[in-house]
């Protein structure tokens, strides 16, 4: 379980953070808190717990390389490229990533792509002159991905179990965002599945945030979604 901070502060993130403490797996913080709070508040965090920085870098090769370097130098945990920027984009930053570490003498943090958005739709794609299923998207980005160097992929739970049959690697991670449970809304979400499904499915990592955030007992609700992952055999 990744619990997404997407709150409009430092102080309001470190609030979640401090009451939700080790029970989450890591803390996801995207481009509203990173924008709102900067890299000083993702260090604070990553001294304390893991980061996952969800800032889905985009751009040129050297560009995405040398944040990805910085990102590294955060001490986060693991980020993510849109695997949509290509191989060259993908496989640069995993090669300057890893040699700043090793330099650096820190951990290199995992890197993942960034297959299509759980708000995407077949019509959004259409609007971007992507003609095909968002299925299709993601299963040929998680390949390309996967023959770059990366550790796994962002994807919608609905494509977990195709990724699985696509890329034979068991150590491949998956990280599913869009995961609701029976009793939430969809949001903004299109491409959305419960926690139960997007885990047998074989997702590694589950995002959840407003299910969380909005609760009144937010440990009590990361419990209860951990639960019902927990009766996946």
């Known amino acids: 379980m990744i619990v997404a901070l997407d709150v409009e502060s430092a102080k ?22 990173f924008t709102a709070a ?7 965090v990553a001294a304390e717990h ?20 910085e990102a590294a130098r955060l001490g986060v945990w693991m980020f993510n490229v849109h695997a949509s920027g290509g191989g060259e984009m993908m496989r640069q930053t995993v090669n300057e990533v ?13 890197i993942i792509g960034v297959t299509v958005l759980t708000s995407s739709d077949a019509n959004t794609l259409a609007e971007t002159g992507i003609e095909r299923v968002p299925e299709d998207q993601v299963l040929d980005l998680a ?5 770059c160097g990366l550790d796994g992929i962002v994807a919608s739970a609905l494509e977990v179990s195709g990724v699985r049959k696509t890329v034979h690697d068991p ?14 809304t969809k949001d903004d979400q299109k491409r959305v599945t419960t926690p139960r499904r997007a885990a047998s499915n074989g997702a590694d990592y ?9 609760a009144s007992d937010r440990v009590a609700a990361l419990r209860a979604i951990q639960e019902e992952i927990d009766t996946v055999s």
Not at 143 to 147: E, P
């Open 206 to 214: 589950l995002v959840v945030g407003r299910p969380i955030l909005e």
């Open 12 to 33: 309001e993130a470190r609030m979640i953070v401090n009451g939700i403490g080790g029970e989450a797996a890591a803390y996801k913080i995207g481009l509203q808190l």
């Open 143 to 147: 390949r390309l991905a996967f023959n």
């Open 171 to 184: 150590n491949f991670l998956i990280v599913t965002p869009g995961v609701r449970p029976e009793t939430a």
């Open 50 to 69: 893991r980061v996952f920085l969800d800032l889905k870098f985009h751009d040129i090769p050297n560009t995405v390389a040398k944040a990805g370097v």
């Open 98 to 110: 890893g040699n700043a570490a090793r330099e650096n003498g820190i951990t290199r943090p995992l």
């Open 38 to 44: 900067g890299p000083d508040f993702v260090r604070e």
